[in-house]
């Protein structure tokens, strides 16, 4: 059964730093793109950050040079490291798994199958 748990989020000021965790189960996660992706109410889902299998990563424009997304494959987990927080990434953040994607497919939430809770940060003084 294909699972992903998400963990870490919450409330930080501006220029703070937060880490989230996505934990899959059912699969081998280094095998996969694993995307991340926010959402804020009245939009849609927007794409945060992407690793593929090779270990490529891409960025969204609004978090690149903040964000890092990492891998540990022992603990079948994946990270989003985010410093520099600022009001405006305050949203419901979630991991998500795309069995064929490219980093490309950042854009295109649509073509991924499974989906983490989604967890909460906000960003506020």
């Known amino acids: 059964q294909v699972q992903l748990v998400q963990s870490g989020g919450g409330l930080v000021q501006p220029g703070g730093s937060l880490t989230l965790s996505c934990v899959a189960s059912?699969?081998?996660?280094?095998?996969?793109?694993i995307g991340w992706f926010r959402q804020t109410p009245g939009k849609g889902r927007e794409g945060v950050s992407c690793?593929?299998?090779?270990?490529?990563?891409k960025y969204g424009d609004s978090v690149k040079g903040r964000f890092t997304v990492s891998r540990d494959n022992a603990k079948n987990t994946v990270y989003l490291q985010m410093n520099n927080l600022k009001p405006e990434d305050t949203a419901v953040y979630f991991c998500?798994?795309?069995?064929?994607?490219?980093?490309?497919?950042?854009?295109?939430?649509?073509?991924?199958?499974?989906w983490g809770q989604g967890t909460q940060v906000t960003v506020s003084s």
């Open positions: 998500a798994l795309n069995f064929n994607g490219n980093v490309e497919s950042m854009a295109r939430p649509w073509e991924y199958k499974y």
């Open positions: 059912g699969f081998t996660l280094d095998l996969y793109a």
């Open positions: 690793m593929i299998s090779d270990g490529s990563t």
